[in-house]
T-cell receptor, first 113, second 112 residues
Framework: ETGVTQTPRHLVMGMTNKKSLKCEQH?????MYWYKQSAKKPLELMFV???????ENNSVPSRFSPECPNSSHLFLHLHTLQPEDSALYLC????????????FGSGTRLTVV | AQSVTQPDIHITVSEGASLELRCNYS??????LFWYVQSPGQGLQLLLK??????LVQGIKGFEAEFKRSQSSFNLRKPSVHWSDAAEYFC??????????FGAGTRLTVKP
């Protein structure tokens, strides 16, 4: 596989469930990102990992918990979500910051019921 | 702080017509500028990028963009739009750090 792969593509979960989103990059990049994309709102940066260390957390609620076990994998653990958390969650990776641009996965469409 | 403004939320053009999508940025140093395209239910795909040098950059799918420092703009153009170009387009600005800022996007509709 090449590029950035996100699984699952679609997820429906209840407010009391616990689930995880997975992202894998096969590009040898040294930074990975989670973005939230809601209807009619700009892309929201949630978390940044550079060299497997979290460097930014944009005041994201604690019900979202990221994990970066190595430079190729990024997870977003979800628990006790709210309906307003329904969105498209995008993972991206890059080499050396934003110089060369980001490579995005296809996203996970999350619906909280 | 860096920021990006895309003044047009939605644009409709006829197939075969020319296209220009506007982007204005704010950045303290020489910016790295990007245009991405997103089809429904998909991630963002990089169309083109500007770092330095020639201010007119060519991208994939026949797109080009021109960097104008004096106007803080990086507008995207295509001479003849195809129906498959219908999508959401995002302008972004970044630098050496891990902080790329995206505009709110412009949705392009192509009329037959």
């Amino acid at each position: 596989e090449t590029g950035v792969t996100q699984t699952p593509r679609h997820l429906v979960m209840g407010m009391t469930n616990k689930k995880s989103l997975k992202c894998e990059q096969h590009l040898g990049h040294n930074a990975m990102y989670w973005y939230k994309q809601s209807a009619k709102k700009p892309l929201e940066l949630m978390f940044v990992y550079s060299l497997e260390e979290r460097v930014e957390n944009n005041s994201v609620p604690s019900r979202f918990s990221p994990e970066c076990p190595n430079s190729s994998h990024l997870f977003l653990h979800l628990h006790t979500l709210q309906p307003e958390d329904s969105a498209l969650y995008l993972c991206a990776s890059s080499q050396d910051g934003a110089i060369y641009g980001y490579t995005f996965g296809s996203g996970t469409r999350l619906t909280v019921v | 702080a860096q920021s990006v403004t895309q003044p047009d939320i939605h644009i409709t053009v006829s197939e075969g017509a020319s296209l220009e999508l506007r982007c204005n940025y704010s950045y303290g140093a020489t910016p790295y500028l990007f245009w991405y395209v997103q089809s429904p239910g998909q991630g963002l795909q990089l169309l083109l990028k500007y770092f330095s040098g020639d201010t007119l950059v060519q991208g994939i799918k026949g797109f080009e963009a021109e960097f104008k420092r004096s106007q803080s703009s990086f507008n995207l153009r295509k001479p003849s739009v195809h129906w498959s170009d219908a999508a959401e387009y995002f302008c972004a600005v970044g630098g050496n750090n891990n902080d790329m800022r995206f505009g709110a996007g412009t949705r392009l509709t192509v009329k037959p």
